[in-house]
């Protein structure tokens, strides 16, 4: 079994940066594709990014791309999401995910594992 747990999360102006992170136990993200979703009030949680197995293939949704980061650190067995030039549209709960087989994939049924969400708010 595999716990994920995201922090990170925060209130910033638009055009600011945060950085998620999510710390996995269980199983280690060498082993997993780890991924990170969002979900805005009132829509369906969607594709932001993800990091294959030991940080290699790394890619993003249309909407973040250029602006969002995603890493590993496979010694602290944590994803990170960097998000810079943030705009309020980018306000929603982001949730980590982990996969335990396949290959990186923006498919939200292909994960087996999610994190609780941490709120990232942007204000105009």
């Known amino acids: 079994q595999v716990q994920l747990v995201e922090s990170g999360g925060g209130l910033v102006q638009a055009g600011g940066s945060l950085k998620l992170s999510c710390q996995a136990s269980g199983r280690t993200f060498s082993d997993l594709i780890g991924a990170w979703f969002r979900q805005a009030p009132g829509k369906e949680r969607e594709f932001v990014g993800v990091v294959g197995r030991g940080g290699i293939s790394v890619y993003y949704a249309d909407h973040v791309e250029g602006r969002f980061a995603a890493s590993m650190n496979n010694d602290k067995n944590i994803i990170y999401l960097q998000m810079n030039s943030l705009k309020p549209e980018d306000t929603a709960v982001y949730y980590c995910?982990?996969?335990?087989?396949?290959?990186?994939?923006?498919?939200?049924?292909?994960?087996?594992?999610w994190g609780q969400g941490t709120q990232v708010t942007v204000s105009s």
């Open positions: 995910a982990a996969a335990s087989w396949g290959a990186p994939t923006p498919t939200r049924s292909d994960y087996d594992y």
